[in-house]
């Protein structure tokens, strides 16, 4: 139990564009869901911390504007990355915790690998 | 303010045990929580501790002091694929936020 799925897994793209990331929680409902980032040789660091139907909370530093969050459903979360530059290059992960859990576990999905050209 | 300490790196014998240590200072705390990260990999659940003592959970066993600031992850007969990162964090407030120190990279020799 507890699965979180990310896609795509990797992405390249152009500078200037745009990518969409997708966080679902596959087997149960996450009214919080976060969004990390991990340069190499680095530790995580959290970008945003995403709840279902509100906006999304940026941690210092985080451009909202650049880092846009959107979480829909209770399942599914997504992160677009804007105007993409290629210092964002870098490993973007998101994790969950279950609504309602007494226990605050969060469960990771398996990263997404950007690279911007 | 809120600040977690780990060694950054360690390497041990495959069959031993190791001992990976974790200091914290938080001005709220909610959990300490252990995961494991193998390199180009998301981070695994591993343990979690609210309550001091310890916690056993197959070869990996966590423990945790909330009046020391305190914890550490135990890993008993060690394998090859244990070489990994090991990730000590804090959890905060009502959501489930949490506080990672920059990982311990184990690495485990024949």
């Known amino acids: 139990g507890a699965v979180v799925s990310q896609h795509p897994s990797r992405v390249i793209c152009k500078s200037g564009t745009s990518v969409k990331i997708e966080c679902r929680s596959l087997?149960?409902?996450?009214?919080?869901m976060f969004w990390y980032r991990q340069f190499p040789k680095q530790s995580l660091m959290l970008m945003a911390t995403?709840?279902?139907?509100?906006?999304?909370?940026?941690e210092q530093g985080v451009e909202k504007d650049k880092f846009l969050i959107n979480h829909a459903s209770l399942t599914l979360s997504t992160l677009t990355v804007t105007s993409a530059h290629p210092e964002d290059s870098s490993f973007y992960i998101c994790?969950?915790?279950?609504?309602?859990?007494?226990?605050?576990?969060?469960?990771f999905g398996p990263g997404t690998r950007l690279l911007v050209l | 303010g809120q600040n977690i300490d780990q060694p950054t790196e360690m390497t041990a014998t495959e069959g031993a045990i190791v001992q990976i240590n974790c200091t914290y200072q938080t001005s709220g705390f909610n959990g300490l929580f252990w995961y494991q990260q193998h390199a180009g990999e998301a981070p695994t659940f591993l343990s979690y501790n609210v309550l001091d003592g310890l916690e056993e959970k197959g070869r990996f066993s966590s423990f945790l002091s909330r009046s020391k600031g305190y914890s550490y992850l135990l890993l008993k007969e060690l394998q090859m694929k244990d070489s990994a990162s090991y990730l000590c964090?804090?959890?905060?407030?009502?959501?489930?936020?949490?506080?990672f120190g920059k990982g311990t990279k184990l690495s485990v020799k024949p």
């Open positions: 964090a804090h959890g905060w407030g009502s959501q489930g936020n949490l506080i």
């Open positions: 087997d149960f409902q996450a009214t919080t």
């Open positions: 995403s709840n279902e139907g509100s906006k999304a909370t940026y």
């Open positions: 994790s969950a915790t279950i609504s309602g859990g007494a226990m605050k576990t969060q469960y």
